[in-house]
């Protein structure tokens, strides 16, 4: 089983972060926000990942091209070229296929372009800039338990603004909530099965959610996994300095390695 990781998007509510990195290498705690995710499936197991890459794809190759060298200390003597790395990393059993799809190529289009690197009957897909407390094992035996060809994580999405608590004209609260209590939308942290590529092609214009998953949808083969934890995503300078923030404060719901 691996995880596919959709990794092509600009970005572009991110301003000015995004154009010279694409928004999965965003980092977090001195950390790629993609870095995090990855962190959390491997916990559960999953070290296997295909990244399906579209703007600013070579930064996210470079990245693990030179993995030990990014992320240890090491000497390097010029006299034979020769490198000693001084520390080490938890990773040395990932297993990552970093796959060009396509600079503007929409997610369904991604993801039959990676099809041939998929060897399980069963793989998961997420995005590269959510990160959530969900229990991966559970959501894997929640997808075969119920049968359906896709399980979606529903999440709620975090709120925007604080909650004002008032008796009359007198404040007399100011809540921050970090998640709202009503609703859920798709926040990633799928799981499929792999007849799902028989309904796409490999066309820029063949995306996901609007037309194959509403399709879908009608047919009743997808199955809503509801997480009532934690869920965040990296879309603005506003959600970066709140997940910098978490992380900075140990708080940081996703991390459980």
């Given at each position: 089983?691996?995880?596919?990781?959709?990794?092509?998007?600009?970005?572009?509510?991110?301003?000015?972060?995004?154009?010279?990195?694409?928004?999965?290498?965003?980092?977090?705690?001195g950390k790629p926000i993609m870095w995090h995710i990855m962190k959390t499936y491997a916990h559960y197991g999953i070290k296997e990942f295909v990244i399906c890459l579209g703007y600013k794809g070579d930064v996210i190759k470079d990245?693990?091209?030179?993995?030990?060298?990014?992320?240890?200390?090491?000497?390097?003597?010029?006299?034979?070229?020769t490198i000693e790395f001084h520390n080490?990393?938890?990773?040395?059993?990932?297993?990552?296929?970093?796959?060009?799809?396509?600079?503007?190529?929409?997610?369904?289009?991604?993801?039959k372009r990676i099809e041939k690197y998929l060897d399980d009957d069963i793989n998961l897909l997420t995005y590269g800039d959510g990160v959530a407390d969900i229990n991966i094992n559970n959501l894997i035996e929640f997808h075969n338990n119920n049968g359906k060809m896709v399980t979606i994580s529903g999440v709620h999405p975090p709120a925007r603004f604080g909650e004002l608590v008032a008796n009359g004209n007198v404040l007399t609260s100011f809540e921050e909530k970090s998640q709202?209590?009503?609703?859920?939308?798709?926040?990633?942290?799928?799981?499929?099965?792999?007849?799902?590529?028989?309904?796409?092609?490999i066309d820029e214009s063949c995306d996901l959610e609007a037309g194959i998953f509403e399709q879908l949808a009608t047919e009743g083969k997808i199955a809503?996994?509801?997480?009532?934890?934690?869920w965040a995503c990296m879309?603005?300078?506003?959600d970066l300095n709140?997940?910098?923030?978490?992380?900075?404060?140990n708080e940081a719901f996703w991390k459980v390695w």
């Open positions: 089983m691996k995880l596919v990781i959709l990794a092509g998007g600009y970005g572009t509510r991110l301003g000015n972060l995004t154009n010279s990195i694409p928004k999965p290498m965003v980092q977090v705690g990245y693990f091209l030179h993995y030990d060298s990014n992320n240890n200390d090491f000497t390097v003597n010029l006299s034979d070229n080490g990393h938890d990773e040395i059993d990932w297993k990552v296929t970093l796959v060009d799809t396509g600079l503007n190529t929409l997610k369904g289009g991604r993801l709202t209590s009503q609703g859920m939308i798709n926040g990633g942290y799928m799981v499929f099965n792999k007849n799902l590529l028989d309904y796409l092609t809503v996994f509801k997480h009532d934890g934690l879309d603005t300078e506003r709140y997940l910098e923030r978490v992380w900075k404060k």
